[in-house]
T-cell receptor, first 114, second 110 residues
Framework: NAGVTQTPKFQVLKTGQSMTLQCAQD?????MYWYRQDPGMGLRLIYY???????DKGEVPNGYNVSRLNKREFSLRLESAAPSQTSVYFC?????????????FGPGTRLTVL | GNSVTQMEGPVTLSEEAFLTINCTYT??????LFWYVQYPGEGLQLLLK?????DKGSNKGFEATYRKETTSFHLEKGSVQVSDSAVYFC?????????FGTGTSLTVIP
């Protein structure tokens, strides 16, 4: 099992450009998440999807859109990138079991917006 | 609301020293509590967890006990190694959402 995979690993954008971050999991998990990690601020939730076909806003959704393409894949789109979106982005997934409720994380995408 | 507060870092210790990283939480309902570890350039990995009051999570010599009366989940290790150098995150889960602390950076020197 690959677990949670993310592409790309690194990306540099100019202000105003758009891009999509891809995430896939092979653990048959129902829930998937997008976080951003900034120095001194821990992880902040951007969007999450509790199940296929549903998405909900997290703490910092402005400037982002998401698509839960199927059970495996959850993408994050920046329509018009801004320097404030320079960050490390992590995708995570979890099962709905109450006993095994930990999140599994991907390796991250390091995004720089110039 | 729900939130996690953890000890500010960075923390620097000598090898074989005792480690404590404090974590307290505010939550509605009955959350599960977690410690995650992040090594440089990598994603977060689950270190240990506890799902109810008085549970003790343990892994790789690390321990944390879910204390409902003090709303705490402090991370401890009796003898740290250089390989424990990483950033440690305390987190809680209620329903579908997770809430993370800001992370504590640990450096262990030989």
């Amino acid at each position: 099992n690959a677990g949670v995979t993310q592409t790309p690993k690194f990306q540099v954008l100019k202000t105003g450009q758009s891009m999509t971050l891809q995430c896939a999991q092979d653990m048959n998990h129902n829930s998937m998440y997008w976080y951003r990690q900034d120095p001194g601020m821990g992880l902040r939730l951007i969007y999450y999807s509790a199940s296929e076909g549903t998405t909900d806003k997290g703490e910092v959704p402005n400037g982002y859109n998401v698509s839960r393409l199927n059970k495996r894949e959850f993408s994050l789109r920046l329509e018009s990138a801004a320097p404030s979106q320079t960050s490390v982005y992590f995708c995570a997934s979890k099962t709905t079991s109450s006993s095994y409720n930990e999140q599994f994380f991907g390796p991250g995408t390091r995004l720089t917006v110039l | 609301g729900n939130s996690v507060t953890q000890m500010e870092g960075p923390v620097t210790l000598s090898e074989e020293a005792f480690l404590t990283i404090n974590c307290t939480y505010t939550a509605t309902g009955y959350p599960s509590l977690f410690w995650y570890v992040q090594y440089p350039g990598e994603g977060l990995q689950l270190l240990l967890k506890a799902t109810k009051a008085d549970d003790k999570g343990s892994n790789k010599g690390f321990e944390a006990t879910y204390r409902k009366e003090t709303t705490s989940f402090h991370l401890e290790k009796g003898s740290v190694q250089v390989s424990d150098s990483a950033v440690y995150f305390c987190a809680l889960n209620t329903g579908n959402q997770f809430y993370f602390g800001t992370g504590t950076s640990l450096t262990v020197i030989p």
